[in-house]
Antibody, heavy 113, light 107 residues
């Protein structure tokens, strides 16, 4: 069955970088884009962008351009979200999703000094 | 970018009541819309996809309708376990967009 399993919770200082991983299984990795969505405290769901696991191409929400990159490792069937120059407003749960039907369990990223 | 406007932002209703949530798209999105239920500590749960298709296992008191720019999620006979935040989402364009969310509380 399709599964997306994310890496564990992170605590980081402002200005640092963080990587959140999403390991996939149960389907052909290169057949589906992977999207990233975040849920900050007191905010709604926010789509961040997607990565095409076949080509590595990405599309990012304008707000995140320059600070977010998405990569993939086809040998590990894993996609990664890299968030740089962290600020307190980046404190959120980050989700990967293959499509509306299949989501990862979420990764809490806390930015605090 | 396609904007999704969801209303109301919150609703308080009694067990057994009918609750309707509306989502409006800034441009036509055909039926490329889903509805999610979010509860603390768990990922959003897809309830309805393609605007009106109920996902397997979701109680039949949930239903979705609409096409184009106006969509609704209806909960007939509200239950205590339906207390949650509900979101609409479009995937008509390559970028997803979510509505602002509707908090449903049980009186």
């Amino acid at each position: 069955q399709v599964q997306l399993v994310q890496s564990g919770a992170e605590v980081n200082n402002p200005g640092a970088s963080v990587k959140v991983s999403c390991r996939t299984s149960g389907y052909t990795f290169t057949d589906y884009y992977i999207h990233w969505v975040r849920r900050a405290p007191g905010q709604g769901l926010q789509w961040m962008g997607w990565i095409n696991p076949k080509s590595g191409g990405t599309q990012l929400l304008r707000n995140f351009q320059g600070r977010v990159t998405m990569t993939r490792d086809t040998s590990l069937v894993t996609v990664n979200l890299h968030l740089n120059r962290l600020i307190s407003d980046d404190t959120a749960i980050y989700y990967c999703a293959r499509d509306p039907h299949y989501w990862g369990q979420g990764t809490l990223v806390t930015v605090s000094s | 970018d396609i904007q999704m406007t969801q209303s109301p932002s919150s609703v308080s209703a009694s067990v057994g009541d009918r609750v309707t949530i509306t989502c409006r798209a800034s441009q036509g999105i055909s039926n490329s819309l889903g509805w999610y239920q979010e509860k603390p500590g768990t990922p959003p749960k897809l309830l309805v996809y393609a605007a009106s298709r109920l996902k397997s296992g979701v109680p039949s008191r949930f239903s979705g309708s609409g096409s184009g720019t106006i969509f609704t999620l209806t909960i007939t006979s509200l239950q205590p376990e339906d207390s949650a935040i509900y979101y609409c989402q479009q995937w008509y364009s390559t970028s997803w967009t979510f509505g602002q969310g509707t908090k449903v509380e049980i009186q």
